[in-house]
């Protein structure tokens, strides 16, 4: 009978120490900079490929829903500048009476600083322009995007359009 229950207390001991080891090791393979890393790269791209489609997209109906909808996307420098668009160009876009709708086709970072909250992105567009009475026009852009981690998540703080013969 004593050897039984050294035997199950040797085997209860074995089954805790090897519980603990797992748990430790599950944790730390969640854990592990490389998969953080990773989780943080996907989410900036996912994103980025958003923001960069809605500042590619304004309904002329809609002038004001759209300029907010780009302010949402966006931070710092870019921000402020959507911020500043008077009325004349509102007036301009409504004017124009075209509906331009973006795609991203294809994007990838270039860079990422999980600890500064940055990254950059480069993305293929799609710009669907259509206006009432003409065929819908498609246009391809390039552009380059700086990405900031907010308290609200990543935001656009620059979109620049690249030359199409860009490299």
């Known amino acids: ?13 074995a089954a805790a120490v090897f519980a603990g080891w797992s748990g430790y090791a599950w944790y730390a393979a969640a854990h592990a900079s490389a998969v953080t890393y990773g989780t943080a790269r996907d989410e ?11 500042l590619n997209t304004l309904d002329y109906h809609d002038v004001n829903g759209g300029l907010g909808r780009w302010l949402s996307a ?4 870019l921000h402020d500048q959507l911020a500043r668009t008077d ?22 970072l270039s860079e990422l600083d999980e600890h500064a909250g ?5 993305a293929s567009v799609e710009i669907t322009m259509a206006k009432e009475g003409t065929a ?3 246009k391809r852009n390039r552009f380059a995007a700086a990405l900031s981690r907010t308290a609200d998540g990543w935001k656009l ?6 030359p199409v013969g860009a490299r």
């Open 44 to 54: 900036a791209l996912a994103t980025g490929r958003t923001l960069v489609a809605e």
């Open 87 to 108: 009325e004349t160009t509102k007036k301009t876009l409504a004017a124009n009476a075209t509906v331009a709708t973006g795609r991203v086709v294809d994007a990838a």
């Open 136 to 138: 819908p026009a498609v």
């Open 1 to 13: 009978m004593a050897a039984v229950k050294v035997a199950l207390t040797a085997l209860i001991a």
């Open 74 to 77: 966006s931070t710092g420098p």
């Open 118 to 122: 940055t990254a950059k992105l480069l």
């Open 157 to 162: 703080s620059a979109l620049d359009q690249l």
